[in-house]
């Protein structure tokens, strides 16, 4: 199982980025996926899930309406669309898969792979 995350770098504020994650060793489209940051000193947090089919999406308040993630089953990819990114959007951010379930709720314990992570800093 792997999932590799990139498209991360450096931004300035108000720019924009946009994560993919790349999925193999399981099949990618019985699987709910998410997004999860994790900026220095502080713990990881959810940043957005999707569920199996797309046809779900969930966000962190604190990203809602600047941020999108999407899904490609036919590519096993999952992305993550951010915009109006502010210095405090700055972190490594990490995939996760989950068996697909009704919840909604998408909490890190109950993630069955993550990424290794990639870095997005914004800064002037």
């Known amino acids: 199982v792997q999932l590799q995350a990139f498209g991360g770098g450096l931004v300035q504020p108000g720019g924009s980025l946009r994560l993919s994650c790349a999925a193999s060793g399981f099949t990618f489209s019985t699987y709910d996926m998410a997004w999860f940051r994790q900026a220095p000193g502080k713990v990881r947090e959810f940043v957005a899930s999707i569920n199996w089919s797309g046809g779900s999406t969930n966000y962190a308040g604190n990203v809602k309406g600047r941020f999108t993630i999407s899904r490609d089953n036919a590519k096993n990819t999952v992305s993550l669309q951010m915009i109006n990114l502010k210095p405090e959007d700055t972190a490594v951010y990490y995939c996760?898969?989950?068996?697909?379930?009704?919840?909604?709720?998408?909490?890190?314990?109950?993630?069955?792979?993550w990424g290794q992570g990639t870095q997005v800093t914004v800064s002037s």
């Open positions: 996760a898969a989950r068996v697909s379930t009704v919840e909604t709720i998408f909490p890190s314990s109950k993630a069955d792979y």
